[in-house]
């Protein structure tokens, strides 16, 4: 089975700040999605930036970017030019590709708040 | 074009009832799948369904079923509720079961008393 785990119940960072935040997994797939997740206050799940387990590259999506490093199983989210709106939940989740679905297994999250 | 939506938005139930969740996908998807959110918790993925059947399955007893209908909307079923059922429930839809990135709905807050 594969589990995901976020050792970071809570995080702050002050506003234009860079902050990091680790996610670990545990897998024998060698083909395999990692995602972050972002869950505002009261709002809706988004999704935040994706990496192809096959590709070396680091996603980097504008100000959000990954440092997956594949042997060590870890996929962890850089968040540069903190703004007070990336203040939410924050999710690594895993997900194993196969023909008949795609399961997805999620971490315990970690809580960012942005400080103005 | 709507995104993904679920309802209702809240509900209360007591032990040993049977409560049905719903959700419609966004345009366009075929594939929703629905979650259990504890509280403080993440995400945990109780099955996912494609062309009306069940897909992917998660370690979920079988007091939850689910269904899908030819519009692609989905119904989740949960029989005998326990107080530990009490959780937010979130609806995910995706263009197909092998695309990645899923759109989640709102959730539905579920208390059970």
């Known amino acids: 089975a594969q589990t995901v785990t976020q050792s970071q119940p809570e995080m702050s960072v002050q506003e234009a700040e860079t902050v990091t935040l680790s996610c670990t997994y545990d897998?024998?797939?060698?083909?395999?999605?990692l995602f972050w997740y972002k869950q505002p206050p009261s709002r809706q799940m988004i999704l935040v930036i994706r990496q192809e387990a096959y590709k070396q590259q680091n996603a980097t999506e504008n100000r959000f970017s990954v440092n997956f490093q594949k042997a060590a199983k870890s996929f962890s989210l850089k968040i540069s030019d903190s703004q007070l709106g990336d203040t939410a939940m924050y999710f690594c989740a895993f997900m194993k590709p196969s023909n008949t679905g795609n399961q997805f297994y999620f971490g315990t999250g970690t809580s960012l708040t942005v400080i103005p | 074009d709507a995104g993904v939506t679920q309802s209702p938005t809240h509900l209360i139930k007591t032990r040993g009832q049977q409560v049905t969740l719903r959700c419609s996908p966004k345009?366009?998807?075929?594939?929703v799948s629905w979650y259990q959110q504890a509280l403080g918790q993440g995400p945990q993925f109780i099955f996912q369904y494609y062309e009306e059947e069940e897909r992917q399955r998660g370690n979920f007893p079988d007091r939850f079923s689910g269904h899908q209908f030819p519009n692609y909307s989905s119904e989740l079923n949960v029989n005998a509720l326990l107080l530990g059922d009490s959780a937010l429930y979130l609806c995910a839809s995706s263009l197909s079961y092998f695309y990645n990135e899923q759109f989640f709905g709102p959730g539905t807050r579920l208390t059970v008393l």
């Open positions: 345009s366009g998807h075929d594939t």
């Open positions: 897998t024998s797939e060698n083909n395999y999605y």
